[in-house]
């Protein structure tokens, strides 16, 4: 799962640099510090059993965090400044425990890289330093107390991806508020945000006075119960020292952050996983939804397109009267299967046993360049193909609900020409090929009239097969065209006599799986492969602008969830 989040973060990176409507920008950005706390609590259990206890200090500006941070150390290792904004990275604190063994911290934080505290810069902020405490204090167990960066400032955002990697990292959270600050809504998003955690919790107010302690806490536990569900925290005031202008710990609130640590509880740690991937699965994969509807509204507009042209190939083609003549040639090629005399003696002298050599005349054929291009099948063909992806682009002005419908439209403009080129090409190729199904037919219907010799007989002995096997040869050579080979008063006769023969019923079956057989070889050949174009233009789409994450792989994501397993999906 945790490669599953680091994808889906990218994503929305990725995203979030493209222009988007403010409420959406906005949106995005808080999934994004939620996806990095995931990520970053994620990877925290895959290290969890080598690193030592963590207490995380977070809060506002200017609420004292790095002051109380030196109290709780009882040293003064932490940078204090008057200035908003002065902590700007992770800075973690060894206490009680030997900072050398920082192996398992360092691969927790990468791609972040230690750095010692005289070498921090402001302009690079994936750092963290990690300095070891030599004093003793009584308010700490053994740990790594971090002093954080402000959430709340408008510049955070630069550097808030350190922050939320600390509070990942923390088994205890520590949140410092001042009277001024207490109120503030980032401060309460943020503790709506960690609930999943379950962190153990103390609130710290500091610069407190007797006057606003009434007031203050009383607020604290209501803010608290609006934004979160589990109990409140023990609060802890601090009241401001002008001697040491230090918050002041009483005496009896010392062991404090002991008492915490047995609250503490690691071996929950991918039930919290669990809980905080729950938390946010919808809002995180709501895009994606979007998205996979899209996909699979425009594969259906694509099938249901290219069914009804098919519907438009049958009604237009296959069932017109005056346009189907695929069975017309047939028909020409029985003909010149049976035997007559005096029509040609180049066809006389090729023939062998029972069979002309139509190898022969397909090539005839084929020679004849404008025969594909004339026919009246790749005309309705070429005119389909052009009304397929014009209804598209139609259809596809009406929806406009999501950008990626727009970009989807672009990509049909600038793949119509290639299509069409394809669609064409693929079209003359299919009515090369299906002659071989046409000489098929005409060798069934020569061998059925061999088992009826008074027919066939009958038939060559008529002045109408002659004259239909001229115009058949005529046809071939290029000297006449399909049509009118097709209308010769002739090739009529010839078509009415042999249906209204004992033949009639076998030629009908044959002319029925014939167009069976066209229009399956018309599917397969030509609108099968560019509905697969047209169902691949979403790949062409620029995967930086949207999230290009598949069905099957959120789907795999949803199934790892379910299952309660938050480690082990592998997606890169």
């Known amino acids: 799962m945790l490669e599953f989040v680091s994808l889906l973060l990218q994503r929305y990176q990725n995203v979030l640099k493209t222009t988007l409507p403010s409420d959406v920008n906005y949106a995005y950005q808080q999934r994004v510090e939620q996806l990095i706390l995931a990520q970053a609590f994620l990877t925290k259990g895959r290290h969890l059993n080598a690193l030592p206890l963590q207490i995380a200090v977070i809060g506002p500006t200017q609420a004292g965090k790095s002051s109380l941070v030196n109290v709780l150390l009882q040293s003064s290792l932490a940078g204090v400044s008057p200035l908003a904004g002065y902590t700007v990275h992770p800075q973690g604190f060894c206490h009680a425990i030997d900072e050398r063994n920082s192996e398992p911290l360092a691969a927790y934080f990468a791609p972040f890289v230690r750095s010692l505290p005289k070498q921090l810069n402001k302009s690079n902020y994936a750092c963290y330093t990690l300095t070891q405490n030599i004093t003793l204090s009584p308010y700490l167990p053994p740990a790594i107390l971090w002093d954080t960066p402000d959430f709340d400032s408008i510049d955070s955002r630069v550097y ?140 259906q507009l694509v099938d249901e397109t290219i069914a009804h042209t098919l519907r438009d190939y049958e009604r237009d083609y296959l069932n017109h009267p005056r346009h189907y003549d695929t069975f017309q040639q047939a028909i020409v090629q029985l003909v010149l299967l049976l035997e007559i005399r005096g029509v040609s003696q180049v066809m006389v002298s090729a023939r062998k046993a029972l069979l002309y050599p139509f190898k022969k005349l397909g090539q005839l054929r084929r020679d004849r360049g404008r025969f ?73 219907l020569y061998h059925q009239l061999q088992a009826q010799p008074l027919l066939l007989n009958s038939l060559r002995a008529t002045r109408v097969v002659a004259d239909v096997a001229v115009l058949a040869l005529t046809f071939y050579t290029g000297g006449i065209g399909l049509h009118d080979l097709v209308i010769a008063p002739a090739m009529l006769m010839l078509t009415q006599f042999l249906t209204e023969s004992t033949l009639g019923g076998y030629m009908r079956n044959i002319e029925s799986a014939l167009k069976k057989q066209q229009l399956a070889a018309v599917k397969t050949h030509i609108f099968a492969p560019l509905a697969q174009t047209l169902h691949n233009l979403p790949e062409h789409i620029n995967s930086n602008h949207y999230f290009a994450i598949s069905a099957q792989q959120l789907a795999d994501a949803q199934t790892q969830l379910n299952d309660g397993k938050p480690h082990g999906l592998r997606l890169l």
Not at 277 to 293: K, M, V
Not at 379 to 389: M, N, S
Not at 391 to 412: F, M
């Open 160 to 299: 808030r991806e350190g922050v939320l990697k600390t509070m990942a990292l923390a088994d205890i959270i520590i949140l410092v508020v001042s009277k001024e600050k207490y109120a503030d809504q980032s401060v309460w998003e943020m503790m709506k945000c960690l609930e999943p955690l379950r962190q153990p919790t103390i609130i710290c107010v500091n610069k407190l006075n007797d006057e606003a302690e009434s007031i203050i806490l009383p607020s604290l536990q209501e803010k608290w119960h609006d934004v979160r569900r589990d109990h409140f925290p023990q609060v802890l005031p601090l009241y401001y020292q002008k001697k040491t202008q230090l918050p002041d710990i009483a005496p009896d609130q010392q062991q404090v952050l002991h008492a915490l640590v047995k609250k503490v509880q690691r071996e929950k740690q991918a039930t919290r996983e669990q809980k905080l991937l729950q938390t946010h699965w919808l809002s995180w994969t709501a895009p994606l939804r979007d998205e996979h509807l899209i996909h699979a509204a425009w594969q």
């Open 372 to 444: 594909a291009s004339d026919t009246q099948e790749i005309v309705v063909l070429k005119q389909l193909i052009e009304h397929t992806l014009t209804q598209l682009a139609h259809e596809l002005l009406d929806k406009n609900t999501h950008p990626l419908w727009h970009e989807v439209r672009l990509q049909l403009r600038n793949h119509h020409a290639l299509a069409t080129k394809n669609g064409f090409h693929a079209a003359q190729a299919y009515c090369e090929a299906f002659e071989q199904d046409i000489e098929q037919a005409a060798q069934q």
